[in-house]
C-alpha cells in the first residue's frame, strides 16, 4: 500500500490530492480507521444474527427475509438526502458523523431489544445510519484522493474497513466460544467499538472537503445545487445496471445458512465463516482497485460479479463438502473486493464535483433499494422451492444479466 501519514494540517482538499503525488491521504486512512472500528462493532452483530434469528429468536426463512431486507435496504431511505446535505453544505463530515452516531445508539437499542420487533426498530435505526455516512464519507474519499490512483485509494479504505469486518466476527465467535448464550456481552463489546468509532470520526476527520481551500480570504459563493444536475447519462446507466445486479444479489447469511443446511460445518462455526470471507475481501481489496484503475473501473464492476454466481453455485451443489464452503466464502470475497469501492469509484467519476456526494448516494441508493427486494423475494423463493432450488435459479438470472450490464456499462466507461 502507498500510505502519507505525514504530520500535514487536517485538510481533506483537492490540494491535498495533488500534493499526495499518488499516495493515499491522511485522510483516506483517518476514515479506513473510523470504518474498522465501526465495523468490528457492526459485523460482530451482523455474523451472529442470522443463526440468532432462525434457531434461538425461531424466525422462517420468510421473516428472516424481511429482517435481511431492512438490512440491506433501509438505509436507502436517506442516502441522497444525506448526500445532497453535504454537497449543499460542502461539510460531509458533520453528516457522515451524525451517521455514525446513529449506528452507535442502535447498538445500545440492541441490548434492550426481545422480539422481532425491537429488533427490525433497532436494524432500521443502524442502517439508516449507514445510509446517511456513506456518501459523505465516500466524498471525502474522493476529494481528497488523486484521480489518477481513485481505486487504490478506495481499496485502501475498503482494506482497513475489512479487517474490522473480520475481526467483528472473529470477536463474537471467540465471546460465543467461551460464554455460553453470550449475546448480550456481544453487543455489550460492540457498542463499545462504536463509541470509539465516532470519537475518532469528530476528533481527527476535518469538516470540510472541496476543489478549494475554504479559507481563501476572497472565495466566491457556492453555487445553488440540484440534485438533477448529477443525473448525467453516465449516472443513469451507471444506476440501472447496479439495480438490475443488486436484485440478484442476496445477503451472506442466505448463503451461508444454505450451506449449514447441507451439513458441510457445525452451527458453532457460523460466525467464523464471515471471516473467511472478509479476509479474502482484505487480501484482495487494493489489488482489486488497482486493477480497475487499469482495466477499467467499470469492466471490474460488472464482472466482478461472476465470482458471486460462482458462490451462488457453490452453495446450490448441495454435496456439504467442506470444499464447497470454503470456496463459497472466498468467492464472495472476491466479489466484495471487486465492486464495494469500485462502485463509489465509477459514480464518482461520472457526475460533477459539485454534486459528487449527491451522485455515489443516487447509484448507492439503487443498490440498497434492490437488495432490499432481493432479500425478501429470495426469502419467499427459499420457502416455496427450498434453498437449494433457490440458489440456483438466482445463479442462472445472473449470468444471464452479467453480459447485458457490461455492455451498457461500456458505453458510461466511454
Request: one cysteine or more.
Amino acid at each position: 500500500m502507498y500510505l502519507s501519514l505525514s504530520d500535514r494540517p487536517a485538510t481533506s482538499t483537492g490540494a491535498e490530492a495533488r500534493r499526495s503525488g499518488g499516495r493515499v491521504s491522511r485522510t483516506v486512512i483517518t476514515l479506513g480507521i473510523v470504518s474498522l472500528l465501526t465495523d468490528i462493532s457492526s459485523e460482530s452483530v451482523s455474523a451472529i444474527l442470522p443463526l440468532y434469528l432462525t434457531a434461538v429468536v425461531g424466525l422462517s426463512p420468510v421473516a428472516y427475509g424481511l429482517v435481511d431486507g431492512l438490512y440491506q435496504g433501509v438505509s436507502s431511505l436517506v442516502r441522497i438526502a444525506a448526500g445532497w446535505a453535504a454537497d449543499r453544505t460542502d461539510r460531509p463530515q458533520p453528516v457522515a458523523l451524525a451517521g455514525y452516531a446513529m449506528s452507535a445508539v442502535a447498538r445500545l437499542g440492541l441490548l434492550f431489544a426481545g422480539g422481532f420487533g425491537t429488533i427490525s426498530a433497532a436494524i432500521s435505526l443502524d442502517r439508516v445510519g449507514k445510509g446517511v455516512r456513506t456518501a459523505p464519507r465516500d466524498a471525502m474519499i474522493a476529494a481528497s484522493s488523486d484521480p489518477a490512483h481513485l481505486g487504490r485509494s478506495f481499496g485502501v479504505h475498503r482494506a482497513l474497513d475489512t479487517i474490522g469486518a473480520t475481526l467483528g466476527p472473529l470477536l463474537a465467535f471467540v465471546i460465543l466460544w467461551r460464554i455460553a448464550d453470550g449475546y448480550d456481552t456481544v453487543l455489550v463489546v460492540s457498542l463499545g467499538f462504536a463509541v470509539l468509532g465516532v470519537a475518532t470520526m469528530a476528533c481527527f476527520v476535518p469538516f470540510r472537503t472541496g476543489a478549494v481551500r475554504r479559507t481563501a480570504p476572497h472565495r466566491e459563493p457556492r453555487p445553488t445545487l440540484r440534485w438533477r444536475t448529477a443525473l448525467t447519462p453516465g449516472l443513469l446507466r451507471l444506476t440501472g445496471v447496479s439495480g438490475v445486479l443488486a436484485l440478484l444479489t442476496i445477503g451472506d447469511g442466505f448463503v451461508y445458512l444454505a450451506l449449514l443446511d447441507t451439513g458441510g460445518f457445525a452451527a458453532q462455526w457460523f460466525p467464523v465463516l464471515y471471516v473467511g470471507t472478509n479476509l479474502a475481501y482484505l487480501t484482495l481489496a487494493v489489488p482489486m482497485g488497482r486493477l480497475a484503475d487499469r482495466a477499467g473501473r467499470a469492466t471490474v464492476l460488472v464482472l466482478g460479479h461472476l465470482p458471486l454466481a460462482a458462490a451462488y453455485l457453490c452453495a446450490a451443489s448441495g454435496s456439504g463438502a467442506l470444499w464447497t464452503t470454503c470456496a463459497a466464502v472466498l468467492l464472495l470475497g472476491v466479489f466484495y473486493a471487486a465492486t464495494d469501492g469500485t462502485l463509489a469509484a465509477v459514480a464518482g467519476q461520472l457526475v460533477p464535483e459539485t454534486v459528487r456526494a449527491s451522485g455515489i448516494a443516487t447509484a448507492q441508493t439503487a443498490v440498497a433499494v434492490a437488495r432490499l427486494v432481493a432479500a425478501t423475494g429470495f426469502g419467499l423463493l427459499w420457502y416455496a422451492v427450498g434453498p437449494r432450488v433457490a440458489m440456483l435459479a438466482v445463479c442462472v438470472a445472473l449470468l444471464a444479466a452479467i453480459p447485458a450490464g457490461f455492455a451498457v456499462l461500456r458505453r458510461a466507461a466511454r
